[in-house]
């Protein structure tokens, strides 16, 4: 039976760890068994100039003309995406900064060349914020533009830009980006298109347990009515070199991490999967959250620049060769996906 909002935040906040962890298994466990899904992919995070600048991120550049700040050519694009794919990926993770320049078309092309030289990886991209800002540039509706984007190649939307969708929060710590209510909109269009999405919470900052519970809410409630989410995948906070650092200095507990996967796991009964982002809670933690509800190990990666921007010191990526070596060495099964999980044995 499925559990209510208050029901939920009792678990979090009373629960005993371990009796918690098991209950999400358990429930992990008669969805998927043994099974740990992973993918083989590559992050392209196409430029860090960015017209907002959210208090959490360390990663973006509001200047084009600050030394750090990068605007990939489609060229440059395309060569990541090779030596990706010459490494057997099998999903392009392509976001980026709200550029202030380029014109819609100049991502219809980026999507439409990667579609045209490798059609067979997925293309999972652009963050309902960045599908957002080319409506506002196109002058035109979100649904319009995801339509455009599906047509030159687009497989699925990633979860970013969710932050905490309770706006109270979400104005104090990115009052500027589109609102929470925006971005479920974005996700129900996507899901009316039928290109499947991820959803992801930021949280280990200025958000309460009250607020992580809310913000899920609304994700199941929106997959109630229009289904479409793979995967529930909740972001770390990475204190480092950002504006929030003076008011939350440190990373959130390992307990906290679990806790809050485990409540994921019991509480979004219609979500598919609770993925553990190891790039941002580290290996270590990822595992244990594998025995806490999480089903998704994202993923061999090998590049990444907005949780690296921030602090994260994971290593950049791991092969699939040691991506199987750790599920395995947990006692479970892992089994290779794409972005839409088609699984590859
Ligand atoms: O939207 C920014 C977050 C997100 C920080 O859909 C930060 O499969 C922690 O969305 N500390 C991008 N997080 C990453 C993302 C994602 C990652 C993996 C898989 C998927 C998926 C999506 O990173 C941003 C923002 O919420 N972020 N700064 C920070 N200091
Ligand atoms: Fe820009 Fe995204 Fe960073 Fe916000 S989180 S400043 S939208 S790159």
Redesign the pocket.
């Known amino acids: 039976m499925r559990i209510s909002s208050s029901e939920a935040l009792d678990l979090f906040l009373n629960a005993p760890l371990q009796e918690l962890c098991q209950m999400a298994n358990n429930v992990k466990e008669k969805l998927h068994g043994k099974q740990v899904f992973w993918v083989n992919n590559r992050q392209i995070n196409y430029t860090n100039v960015c017209v907002l600048h959210?208090r959490?991120?360390?990663?973006s550049k509001i200047k084009k003309d600050n030394p750090e700040a990068y605007d990939w050519d489609l060229k440059t694009i395309q060569q990541k995406a090779q030596e990706a794919i010459d490494c057997g990926a099998r999903e392009l993770?392509i976001?980026g900064g709200l550029h202030p320049d380029h014109p819609f078309e100049y991502y219809v092309e980026m999507l439409a060349s990667l579609r045209k030289l490798f059609p067979k990886v997925n293309l999972?991209a652009f963050?309902a914020v960045e599908i957002c800002h080319f409506a506002k540039k196109a002058n035109t509706t979100p649904e319009q533009i995801l339509s455009v984007l599906k047509q030159a190649g687009l497989d699925a939307l990633?979860?970013?830009?969710?932050?905490i969708l309770v706006q109270s929060i979400r104005d104090k710590i990115c009052g500027k980006k589109e609102t929470g209510k925006e971005w479920l909109s974005v996700h129900n269009a996507a899901h009316k298109l039928n290109i499947p999405t991820?959803a992801?919470m930021?949280f280990g900052h200025i958000e309460s347990p009250e607020h992580r519970i809310a913000h899920m809410e609304m994700l199941r409630d929106l997959q109630d009515k229009s289904p479409g989410f793979f995967?529930f995948?909740p972001?770390?906070?990475?204190?480092q070199r950002?504006d929030l650092n003076r008011i939350v200095p440190e990373r959130t507990s390992e307990e906290d991490i679990l806790r809050t996967i485990a409540v994921a796991r019991l509480f979004l009964d219609n979500f598919p999967h609770i993925?553990a982002?190891w790039i941002?809670m580290g290996i270590d933690t990822a595992m244990k959250a594998l025995h806490a509800g999480a089903s998704d190990l994202?993923g061999t990666i090998i590049e990444e620049k907005?949780?690296h921007a921030?602090g994260a010191n994971a290593p950049i990526g791991l092969t699939p060769q040691r991506m199987k070596e750790i599920i395995l060495n947990e006692g479970l099964t892992p089994i290779e996906r794409d972005a839409k999980y088609e699984t590859y044995s």
């Open positions: 959210c959490f991120c360390a990663f993770h976001v999972k963050t990633p979860g970013g830009g969710a932050e991820n992801t930021l995967a995948i972001l770390v906070y990475l204190p950002n993925k982002y941002q994202d907005i949780s921030a």
